[in-house]
């Protein structure tokens, strides 16, 4: 009916957004900047957001584009694994058979990122999803294979995606050390009441829909109803 109507082609609200149909608000281009940055520099970024604002799609849009022989993409998202299970889970995700014993698993995860770093000249990037969930003896794990070269350079990128109440996680003093790590804090915001028409009439363009259908009023109403969250 809907496709009648509108002559729509494709669902224009769903969940598999191509780059060329990503809609770039001022958060999202100030996102997307401190991305490029992070992984020209390497080191640990965390993107946090409310549920819905696009935290999971920002990190898959910012990596997408990347060379394929020259970045190898590793994400991870299920944060309720125990520690060796998330290493294992960690050690696949490198083409690692993971040997048996959580030592072994650390040191074969180790050595590949030095060999693809300087054999293969591959730059690794960890992206790990649902972070707020991780238990805070995983996140010192993740901090301690960080540590390479006794602690003078940084070998890969990691990506870290959560909800805001991840940043008071952080502060516990058990996380500390971890939080020092962080070297950059993005935050993605919900739509503005003034980008929420442009995002509509943007997302309804990629449906092939070139014709007016939300006023302002309405644009604004949803807005409201949304709280700015796509």
Same mark, same amino acid.
């Given at each position: ?32 900047? #401190? ?17 819905? /604002? +696009? ?11 990347? %060379? ?43 050595? /590949? ?5 300087? /054999? ?14 991780? #238990? ?10 960080? %540590? ?24 516990? %003093? ?21 980008? /929420?028409?442009?995002?509509?009439? &943007?997302?309804?363009?990629?449906? #092939?829909?070139? &014709? ?10 949803? &807005?409201?109803?949304?709280? +700015?969250?796509?």
């Amino acid at each position: 009916m809907l496709n009648e109507i509108f002559g729509i082609t494709k669902n224009p609200f769903g969940k598999e957004i191509s780059k060329e149909d990503i809609f770039v608000s001022g958060s999202w281009k100030n996102a997307l900047g #401190k991305i490029d940055m992070l992984i020209k520099y390497r080191g640990m970024g965390v993107i946090t957001g409310e549920a819905g /604002t +696009g935290k999971s799609t920002l990190a898959r849009i910012a990596t997408s584009s990347l %060379n394929q022989k020259a970045f190898r993409i590793a994400y991870l998202c299920d944060a309720t694994l125990s520690e060796t299970e998330f290493l294992k889970t960690m050690a696949f995700s490198l083409g690692i058979e993971p040997p048996f014993g959580k030592g072994r698993v650390i040191r074969s995860i180790r050595e /590949t990122l030095i060999d693809l770093n300087e /054999t293969q000249r591959i730059h690794t990037i960890f992206v790990l999803d649902e972070v707020h969930l991780l #238990k805070s003896s995983l996140l010192e794990q993740i901090r301690l294979l960080t %540590n390479f070269y006794m602690d003078s350079r940084d070998i890969f990128t990691t990506i870290l995606i959560s909800q805001p109440y991840f940043l008071k996680k952080l502060s516990l %003093n058990v996380n500390l050390p971890f939080k020092q790590r962080i070297s950059y804090f993005i935050k993605l915001e919900s739509l503005s009441p003034q980008d /929420t028409l442009p995002y509509l009439t &943007h997302r309804l363009k990629s449906a #092939k829909v070139l &014709h007016p259908v939300f006023s302002e009023n309405l644009a604004n109403a949803i &807005h409201q109803a949304a709280q +700015g969250i796509p």
